[in-house]
């Protein structure tokens, strides 16, 4: 009951955040896209003129004061309806759930590649502290923090699909072609995780009650999974939840480099040609799987440790 009701708080605590952000969502999307009755009839092939921009601003009710036109638009997002695209003329909602579910899936692969490369790494680190295994995770965690994901899904790419040939060129949306997208994505995030939970757990091993643990007859790695591990992974816990909002926004180059049909490179081509719709719709999707996803976070953080429900 307890987590329940933190739960329906933390929901409570959102809904402000969220009115806040689709407020400038509205109000920065209609700036950026100038007037938007000329954009709207410019991408429906039609020549503006003063009587069509007259027309096409009452019928999108332009002509309404600002907080209006966003309580009118509000009431039709919260529909999920965000009108049709100017670039295809067809319905935001259709287009966006078409490649959001193949950003989704990379999102989330790699995010659990990343921690499921991050966890051993750093308890090996720990184990064995100021020895070669240690400077080596070390090393090579600085290191793929700091290379770029496009250049590390050309070098994958290049090495498994054209010298190994054991990889596709050209990825679907299938489990057997995610890997190295996921990959790719993956490696920068795994060695921010790997050096984050190898410093927590350095520090935890110092800590009486792991050298209690190790007396009752535990080895050191025994110690540290079993009482180090679910504390030192809370802060990774957090970091997943703010990556995962860059990831589900569309990562355009690993898009484009495995030609992976997401959300990123349809949302960059909208936002040229000043596609409002889309763009409003984008934003707001992004947003609420980014939400929902920190949400599950804080869940399993009060399932790992329980006295933030006493909190």
């Excluded at 190790?214 to 790695?221: I, Q």
């Excluded at 990123?264 to 409002?276: E, H, N, P, Y």
Aim: glycine share 6%; hydrophobic share 50%.
């Amino acid at each position: 009951m307890k987590r329940l009701k933190l739960i329906l708080l933390r929901i409570v605590q959102i809904i402000p955040v969220l009115l806040i952000v689709t407020m400038l969502a509205f109000w920065l999307s209609n700036v950026s896209a100038g007037d938007v009755a000329n954009v709207t009839l410019q991408s429906k092939g039609i020549q503006p003129t003063e009587e069509s921009l007259a027309a096409i601003r009452e019928e999108l009710g332009l002509n309404d004061p600002l907080p209006v036109q966003y309580i009118n638009w509000l009431k039709k997002a919260c529909r999920l309806d965000f009108g049709v695209s100017f670039q295809t003329n067809r319905p935001v909602t259709e287009e966006i759930f078409s490649r959001f579910p193949a950003t989704l899936e990379l999102a989330i692969s790699a995010s659990l590649l990343a921690v499921i490369f991050a966890i051993p790494l750093a308890l090996l680190a720990t184990r064995y502290r100021d020895s070669a295994p240690d400077h080596v995770i070390r090393v090579m965690s600085s290191i793929g923090a700091t290379m770029p994901d496009f250049w590390i899904g050309l070098m994958l790419l290049y090495f498994f699909g054209v010298q190994l040939k054991i990889a596709p060129i050209v990825a679907g949306s299938k489990i057997q072609n995610i890997f190295l997208p996921a990959f790719t994505l993956s490696i920068q995030y795994a060695a921010t995780y790997t050096r984050v939970l190898r410093g927590n757990l350095v520090e935890i091993n110092r800590l009486d009650y792991i050298k209690a643990a190790r007396a009752r007859g535990l080895s050191e790695g025994g110690a540290l999974v079993k009482h180090g591990l679910k504390n030192a992974i809370l802060p990774v816990i957090t970091l997943i939840g703010v990556n995962f909002g860059k990831l589900v926004g569309g990562q355009v180059a690993i898009e484009t480099i495995f030609s992976w049909n997401g959300i990123g490179q349809f949302a960059i081509s909208c936002m040229k040609v000043k596609d409002l719709p889309v763009i409003q719709g984008y934003i707001i999707i992004v947003l609420l799987a980014y939400v929902i996803v920190n949400l599950i976070l804080d869940v399993v953080y009060m399932y790992i440790d329980p006295r933030i429900e006493v909190e």
